[in-house]
Structure formats: structure tokens, C-alpha cells
């Protein structure tokens, strides 16, 4: 590792001066907060399972593998103490779980935010549950299988087969070394782990939707056991100030209306949050669930071809934010610096991201509902065959799921399911699952509009996404002028695949600039869109007119800028990869501020 990366990993992991024992220690589901948990972040044994003989060698069954692993960050990751980069098709876990003794009587969860790909999970030697996801998180029901007060033995097996074609894998490289827009892998356990002790009939889960309109805030409560005796008690606080309250029968059937007398809404310009608690109160009057979490007031909409924020149409300075780290890889090296991209990106003028071939942790989702980021959730579609039946099954399985768990955050604006489905077939699997994955997220949100597959191939979509790295201002402009009677600008061929035709949504242009700025020794191994620029006020001129063209270009209502940091070899970023600037931060905000966030004055947007 490189000096530079070791100090700013020492300082980010250093909090008040003094070393953090046990790395990413905060509570990973800050929307759903219990006070009862146990993190078990840490040091677990570990072991390679090249040849996949685990299972007769006795490996369910290990007490402590010979290798040690610092989790949640994957073996790949320098954090982790492994990294070992090359290909890992089967990684063994291991660790003890002591299971307090003040949980008799609860049920007991063992979470996992992220686990790349297939966990199996074993209590003594015994298989449990198996989980299938790149990034999504699921909770293993370790109720009847542990007793509390005593100590059990979690052993999990993870396989993974990023080559084969049926499961996402983002932006990890297929090849054995990084090249072109394709990074380091990721294996195994990434995201946070740990137990937490639930009431029987507790609160399972809630979707929470704002209605600005009716000044309402709708909750959909759903319990692990259902009884009529109790009650659900939901209290939303300005402050300390109690602004609505409720009280329901703690039944699944339940639907809580909070009414707001006055509202203050959510916006990335006024992140204006409430927080919100619910108990669960059985029928002696005692509380035996509280869970506490937080709402934002806002809406979302699409209509007359624009994006509409609190019934505003708004346009998005958007950019691209992979989520890379040096040193962790897809996993943050702390709580800060999840904060600190989000303020970073904030300080040279963009309103939000678009967060790519990257299934982003809750962590990163509670900073952007807090600083006033709006974002575009994507999926690691890249890796997937998207025309094979599998991939597909696959994918509407582990969507469904991020769906479920993101859904509530207000700084989300935009499902994205997939990213340059260049391959895809216009008959067969591929609009199949597109229609499938669109319905299902609909019909799981009817909030938020669904980009179906960000730079075209749209089936059916609510924004019409294209990608257009062209350096040219006079030719971007062209490329963005609508005629009547022809398709705009699109980066498929329609006359030879029939996928859907523009039909008046939004149109934005989800990916943009990617303006390389690389170091002269690091050229030949280094790239970014179009030819280098050799100084800084070529770059700032460059950047402008591009922005300008957008600008000029009146049916462009949102845009995407590649990328926010460099990745690995691609150095296209605003910042380098260790999030030092490159540029004069003031400079770079004002070009992309070129174009305001709220529209004041709307035009026809029909051709």
C-alpha cells in the first residue's frame, strides 16, 4: 500500500484521536435502529477453497481456519489483511458466537449486509439457510438453532463464479488483471455483520411513503406474529417536538396515517429530516419493540418530459460514483468516509449521483438522506448474460430484495436495474426481464420513476437515459437538437433491434465528459475519454463548453458526469482515487452550476 493511502486509512479509522478496536462499529441499518445488537466485525478465521473439497475435508465443522481475515472488508481488500487478488471461486469464514444471556425467549437474528455471491451458513455444523446476492442484505434465523447464554460455531461457505455469466458482478474484472472500466474483485463477506435480538410479535419491517400533497406520511407495518391484543404506536418528532402520532392494531393489515399540519419538505438544498419511532405495546401496556428511524417529506414525479422534485420539475447535476476505495475496495474504510464522498461531491456542484455497477451499503444511503444528496440506485448488472433465463431468475430475485430495503430513503429518486446492455437481444429473455424487473419495482414503489437500462436498449422505462462522450460542444448540441418525425439521439440503432421508441420522458444524459487528467508517468498504463489535456485551463475550457452545450440543449433536463474520483486505472475523476482534489474546487463548482437545480421557467418540451 501506498504511504499516502495508509495515512489517510489510519486517519479515517481514527475518531477522537484514538484507534477504533473494531472496524465499521456504527449500526449498519440506521432506518431501522435497535438498540439491542451485537457487531461482530473483527477478526474471523478463514480459508481458500480452490478445489472445492471443503465440505470432505470437515471444513462445516472447523473450530478456527488457519488464516486470519478482517471483516467486513473482503480477502481482495488491503484491510482485510489478505490481499489476495487473484481469482477465489470458494472462501471459508469462521468465528464463535456468544449469545447473550438477557435474549431467552427472543428471536435472533444473525444479519449480513452484503455477501458476494452464494452464503451458506452453518450453527455447529449444520447447514441453515443459503442466500444468493452480490450486494443485497438478509437476515438468518438463528432462533431455534442457538440457545442464549451460550457460545455456538457460525461457519459460513461462500462460492463464487463471476466468469459464468449468471450472476452480477458490477464493474469486477473478468480477466485476471484490471483494464479498461473493469477493477479489482470482490469476494465474500463486504458489508457489516452482526446479531440482534427481536421480541417474537415485534415489528418485522415498514414501508414508509410521503405524501406532500395530503401532508401526510403512510406507513405499512408488517410483524413477525401477528396479534390483536397489541398495539403499534408510531410518533414522528421535529426535534423534540412531536408533530403526528398513531395508534394501530399491531396486524400486518394495519395502514398508519400521519397527518402534518405543516410540512418542512426534503430537498437537497434543505435536507430537512423527521424522526420517527415505533413500539410495539402488548397489552399490559409494556413496550416490547422500539425501533427508531427517520422520514423525509418529498415527492417525486415524471411529466412533460421533466423531472419533478416536490412537484418543481428540477434538474439533476448528477455524477457517476462508483464506490471504489484503495484500500477497501466496494467496502468504505469507515462511517466518515461515506460522509466525506458525499461532501466532496457536493463541494464542486453536483446535487447527487448516479451510483453504478454497485449495490451501495444503508450507511451511504442514511449520509445522502442527511446531507441532501439525491441519487439513482443501480444494480451490478455488468457480468450478467442478460439473455439467459438464469441471469434473469437471478437478478429479479436479489432486486427485488435492494428494493425492499432502500426503498424508504428519501435521497433515492430513481431505480436503475441496469447499465449498457450493448448484447442484449430484443426478443427472448432480455425485454422479458426488463418488463419483469420494471413491473415488480413498480408495483413494489409506484413513488419513483424506473430508468430501465441506463444509455438505452429501454424496453420500458420512465427516463429516457442516454450516454454520449463526445468532446465536441457544436456536435454535442447536434446530437441533443430534436427534429419532428425522428427519433433523438440514442446509442442503439433501432432500425435494427426494436426496442421501445421515445415516447416524451425526461431526457437525460446519464453519462457525460469522463475528461481524463492523468499524471504524464502514469499515461501508458492509464486512460479516460478522448485525448489528455495537457493543462488545467484546457480542462476548465473543455469542461465548460460541455456544459454549455447541455445547457443549450433544451430537452436535456438532467445530466451525469463521469466520474467523481479516479478508479484504479481509469483517471477520469474529479478527485484522485485517495480523494485529494485535482482541481480548484470553487472553479469546478461554478462550471457545473452553470445550470441551476430548479427550473424557474418551463418550456414545451414537445417536438
Known amino acids: 500500500m501506498k504511504i499516502k493511502t495508509m495515512v489517510v486509512t489510519l486517519a479515517l479509522m481514527l475518531g477522537f484521536g484514538n484507534a477504533i478496536a473494531q472496524p465499521r462499529a456504527e449500526y449498519p441499518r440506521p432506518q431501522f435502529e435497535r438498540v439491542d445488537w451485537v457487531n461482530l466485525n473483527g477478526t474471523w478465521t478463514y480459508a481458500f477453497d480452490f478445489s472445492r473439497t471443503g465440505n470432505a475435508r470437515g471444513y462445516v465443522n472447523s473450530k ?4 486470519n481475515i478482517t471483516v467486513p472488508f473482503c480477502p481482495e481488500s488491503s484491510l482485510s489483511g489478505v490481499q489476495y487478488t487473484d481469482f477465489i471461486n470458494t472462501i471459508w469464514y469462521q468465528r464463535t458466537l456468544d449469545i447473550p444471556a438477557a435474549w431467552e425467549g427472543k428471536k435472533i437474528f444473525l444479519n449480513f449486509g452484503a455477501v458476494d455471491y452464494e452464503a451458506l451458513i452453518y450453527i455447529d455444523g449444520k447447514l441453515v439457510t443459503t442466500h444468493y446476492g452480490t450486494g443485497s442484505s438478509f437476515a438468518v434465523d438463528l432462533t431455534n438453532r442457538v440457545k442464549a447464554g451460550q457460545r455456538h460455531n457460525l461457519v459460513i461457505r461462500v ?13 469486477q474484472c473478468t480477466a485476471l488483471y484490471s483494464h479498461g472500466c473493469s477493477y479489482t474483485r470482490v469476494t465474500g463477506i463486504w458489508q457489516t455483520v452482526w446479531m440482534e435480538a427481536v421480541d417474537k410479535e415485534g415489528l418485522k419491517t415498514v414501508y414508509a411513503v410521503p405524501d406532500i400533497d395530503q401532508k401526510q406520511l403512510v406507513v405499512t407495518p408488517q410483524f413477525y406474529a401477528e396479534s390483536n391484543t397489541n398495539k403499534l404506536v408510531v410518533t414522528v418528532y421535529d426535534g423534540k417536538k412531536v408533530v403526528s402520532t398513531k395508534t394501530v392494531p399491531a396486524t400486518n393489515n394495519s395502514v398508519v396515517v ?17 424522526d420517527v419511532v415505533y413500539k410495539v405495546i402488548d397489552k399490559n401496556g409494556n413496550t416490547i419493540d422500539e425501533v427508531k428511524s427517520y422520514a423525509g417529506m418529498r415527492k417525486v414525479h415524471c411529466a412533460n418530459g421533466y423531472f419533478y422534485l416536490n412537484n418543481k420539475p428540477y434538474y439533476q447535476r448528477l455524477v457517476l460514483d462508483q464506490g471504489y476505495y484503495p484500500d477497501g475496495i466496494w467496502t468504505a474504510p469507515s462511517d466518515e468516509a461515506l460522509k466525506h464522498d458525499i461532501e466532496m461531491s457536493k463541494a464542486v456542484g453536483f446535487n447527487g449521483a448516479r451510483l453504478h455497477q454497485k449495490n451501495f451499503e444503508e450507511r451511504y444511503f442514511y449520509w445522502a438522506d442527511k446531507l441532501g444528496y439525491i441519487t439513482w440506485a443501480e444494480f451490478a448488472s455488468w457480468g450478467l448474460d442478460v439473455n439467459d433465463e438464469l441471469a434473469a431468475r437471478n437478478t429479479i430475485g436479489e432486486w427485488s430484495e435492494l428494493v425492499a430495503r432502500d426503498r424508504n430513503h428519501p435521497s433515492i429518486v430513481t431505480w436503475t436495474p441496469f447499465n449498457e446492455t450493448w448484447g442484449a437481444r430484443d426478443t427472448g429473455a432480455y425485454p422479458r426481464m426488463i418488463t419483469d424487473v420494471y413491473n415488480i419495482t413498480k408495483s413494489m414503489d409506484p413513488s419513483r420513476p ?12 420512465d427516463i429516457w437515459s442516454v450516454h454520449n462522450y463526445q468532446r465536441d460542444s457544436l456536435r454535442l448540441i447536434n446530437d441533443f437538437t430534436f427534429v419532428k418525425g425522428k427519433e433523438p439521439y440514442r446509442n442503439i440503432n433501432n432500425e ?13 444524459v446519464d453519462e457525460f465528459g469522463g475528461l481524463p487528467w492523468i499524471k504524464k508517468e502514469e499515461r501508458s498504463s492509464s486512460w479516460g475519454y478522448g485525448d489528455n489535456i495537457e493543462t488545467v485551463e484546457d480542462f476548465y475550457t473543455i469542461l465548460r463548453k460541455e456544459v454549455q452545450a447541455l445547457k443549450a440543449s433544451k430537452h ?16 477520469n475523476g474529479i478527485y484522485y482515487y485517495d480523494r485529494t482534489p485535482k482541481f480548484d474546487t470553487q472553479t469546478i463548482k461554478e462550471i457545473f452550476e452553470l ?5 424557474e421557467d418551463p418550456v414545451d418540451l414537445s417536438y
Open 556 to 571: 436535456v433536463v438532467g445530466f451525469c458526469y463521469t466520474q467523481i474520483t479516479d478508479v484504479e486505472q481509469e483517471k
Open 496 to 508: 435494427k433491434k426494436n426496442f421501445a421508441n421515445y415516447a416524451g420522458q425526461p431526457y437525460m
Open 450 to 461: 424506473v430508468n430501465d437500462a441506463s444509455g438505452d436498449s429501454h424496453v420500458v422505462t
Open 258 to 274: 400521519l397527518p402534518f399540519k405543516t410540512l418542512k419538505l426534503w430537498t437537497p438544498e434543505t435536507p430537512n429530516l423527521y
Open 64 to 67: 478456527g481456519f488457519d488464516g
Open 595 to 599: 445550470i441551476p437545480s430548479v427550473i
Open 159 to 171: 462460492n463464487d463464479d463471476l466468469r459464468g455469466g449468471k450472476q452480477p458482478g458490477g464493474k
